[in-house]
């Protein structure tokens, strides 16, 4: 614990190669995470986000078997499992029982893929709980490549995509493609949530994709606002995670899910000081009514 505040440590630690490389990859993910964030939270698709990490972290397991890059798998397997949940969870009240299902069999396998391989245990818990020193220049690089295809197909299906959430019914009657809306973005879910793996791991992804977003969604209500203040909590809680993590030595993804569940409760607590103050705004109003009478 003493190192934990080891100042002079974690400013030697910041000037290594792989750390900066590690921080320009997790502010990559923060600003991807931030972006879809309030989409998520607003299409209450925070399961799905678990269930396709799960799938990335049984993709990532079969490449680390295989011995090709874990990122690729990861992604793969994200991937797959937001087709399978887009076309199979088509019915919101089938999602959540589609998403349990794949989870299931997502982390089963996974399980099965690490017990066959002989390597460094190390390399098996990364992948669950995130590896920074496992990110080298070629894993940027398909991190930015893929972040870069996600936001831009974002920014283009976002109008009707956020109209399609707000108004399903609407929507689906002004010729919005709903059901093609929604596949794209699950697929672009899954790509993010894989893209975390490395950073948080496949087990807390849904600390970056969902709990800045619900933080955001506690003090504001506006989407645009939301989507500002989840991407600025995401890159603290990414950026805070890795720098706090370097002198103890201890996993990132603790650290980034403390910042992101604090930042949370702060939001919260907010948000119950404006009600408090708005009711006793209104009270006073209202028992003055009769006595004007």
Request: charge should be positive.
């Amino acid at each position: 614990m003493d190192k934990m505040f080891d100042f002079a440590l974690t400013g030697e630690l910041l000037g290594l190669d792989f750390v900066q490389t590690a921080l320009l990859a997790a502010a990559v993910l923060g600003l991807v995470a931030g972006v879809l964030g309030p989409l998520v939270v607003m299409r209450r698709m925070s399961f799905a986000v678990h269930g396709t990490a799960e799938l990335a972290f049984t993709g990532a397991a079969g490449a680390l078997l295989l011995g090709v890059g874990v990122e690729l798998g990861g992604l793969a397997g994200a991937v797959i499992a937001a087709l399978l949940i887009g076309i199979l969870g088509g019915r919101e009240s089938e999602r959540d029982s589609v998403i349990g299902v794949i989870l299931a069999f997502g982390l089963g396998m996974g399980v099965l893929l690490l017990s066959f391989y002989e390597g460094r245990s190390a390399n098996k818990f990364g992948i669950l709980v995130g590896q920074i020193i496992t990110i080298d220049s070629t894993n940027l690089n398909l991190l930015v490549g893929a972040s870069v295809v996600v936001l831009v197909v974002l920014a283009v299906i976002y109008r009707p995509l956020l109209f399609a959430t707000v108004d399903p019914a609407v929507a689906t009657a002004r010729g919005v493609p709903v059901r093609l809306l929604s596949l794209i973005f699950a697929v672009l879910v899954g790509i993010s949530s894989a893209l975390g793996v490395q950073i948080v791991g496949a087990l807390l992804v849904v600390s970056l994709m969902v709990t800045p977003a619900a933080a955001a969604a506690r003090v504001t209500a506006s989407p645009w606002k939301a989507t500002v203040l989840s991407i600025v909590f995401a890159e603290i809680a990414a950026l805070g995670g890795i720098i706090l993590s370097l002198a103890p030595g201890k996993p990132v993804s603790a650290f980034v899910t403390t910042i992101s569940f604090v930042i949370y409760l702060v939001c919260r607590l907010i948000a119950w000081l404006r009600g408090r103050s708005s009711r006793v705004r209104v009270e006073p109003t209202a028992t003055a009514q009769p006595a004007l009478r």
